[in-house]
């Protein structure tokens, strides 16, 4: 039956138990509490395991942006990534235990179709973090010395630029991505081409690593740029490229993984088979290039190495180094059921 002698009222939500409630609790100051959950000394370990026993039996969590802001800077170290990129998501995989080891934290703000790098950053720098991780993106060299002005800065994956002030970590993908154009060649091929996603953070380095593999081989450069992200669409844009040509090169060297899953996926629909009339070769390890039914020969970052050779750089300038880092992670060729010898042409 419906109560119609006056307006409904909802239940008023249970109120949030404060730092005032598990001192009260406890018979301790707030002061006292703060302590305990900032990790510092100057509490007994009886009283701070009366504390931590009083705030679970009320349900206390502490309201850790809070904290961020009064505070000038943070245990917090800021990451901007984009989260459709796997070699991405394997670093920051190993950089969240690697902080937790030197207790820092990690504050992550991502790049959609709805923020871009600008409103990313601003978000990071809102928590008022000790440094900003930044992985994969390429930005004007005036924002970057901008950025390392207010907080230290480590870019991640990206190309090295000087002046900017901000520390470089990288794996050396010029170096395997020339591995890669000498293994196709040991295996016969001479038709080599190159996807090349300008938009990525580290295409400059690994199209060098390309083109100078070919020099030294004294192979004829086959280039197909792509100005589109580097997804399975910019490997199926290759592809369809490539399809429009008189003759297919007989190996294509892409610098991901996920532009060759893209780039095979269209070139198998076309009836052109990888590897018998084209071999494919990419540049991450991702989980989808190790799939059976992919079985993608690539290049192997170490995404924990880079995750920790990142934390050291952005630690040491928060301790005051000044001379800048640019660490250089190595990487592996590791060669799957994507490749093989090119096919024999028939002889008339």
């Known amino acids: ?36 959950f900032r990790n510092d000394r100057g509490i007994s370990a009886e009283t701070r395991e009366r504390i931590l026993q009083a705030a679970d039996e009320l349900g206390y969590q502490p309201d850790v942006a809070a904290q961020t802001l009064r505070q000038r800077t943070s245990k917090y170290l800021g990451v901007v990534f984009t989260p459709t990129q796997t070699a991405e998501v394997d670093i920051l995989d190993a950089l969240y235990p690697a902080a937790k080891a030197d207790d820092y934290g990690v504050v992550l703000s991502a790049l959609t179709s709805t923020r871009d790098a600008s409103t990313a950053i601003d978000e990071v720098l809102g928590y008022r973090c000790a440094a900003l991780l930044i992985i994969g993106l390429t930005l004007d060299p005036g924002v970057l010395r901008r950025l390392s002005g207010r907080i230290p800065v480590v870019m991640i994956g990206g190309n090295t630029a000087e002046d900017t002030g901000c520390d470089y970590v990288r794996s050396a993908g010029d170096v395997v991505i020339g591995q890669a154009v000498s293994y196709l060649a040991d295996l016969g091929h001479r038709d080599i081409a190159f996807v090349h996603g300008k938009t990525m953070s580290s295409a400059t380095l690994r199209y060098r690593g390309y083109t100078d593999a ?96 990142a934390l050291d750089a952005a630690l040491g300038r928060i301790k005051g180094r000044r001379e800048a880092v640019d660490a250089v992670v190595e990487a592996t060729l590791i060669v799957r059921g994507s490749t093989a010898p090119p096919r024999a042409t028939p002889t008339s």
């Open 1 to 36: 039956m419906v109560d119609t002698d006056g307006p409904s009222r909802s239940k008023p939500l249970p109120r949030r138990p404060t730092m005032g409630d598990v001192a009260d609790r406890v018979g301790v100051s707030r002061q006292a509490v703060g302590l305990v």
């Open 214 to 309: 070919m020099r030294r081989r004294k192979l004829p450069r086959l280039t197909i740029a792509i100005d589109s992200g580097y997804l399975e669409e910019a490997g199926s844009q290759a592809a369809r490229t490539l399809l429009q040509k008189e003759s297919l090169p007989t190996a294509v060297v892409t610098a991901n993984d996920h532009c060759a899953v893209g780039l095979i996926d269209t070139l198998l629909r076309a009836g052109v088979r990888v590897p018998e009339d084209v071999s494919v070769t990419g540049f991450d390890d991702s989980r989808v290039a190790q799939l059976s039914y992919i079985d993608l020969t690539t290049v192997r970052q170490d995404g924990r190495q880079m995750a920790e050779a």
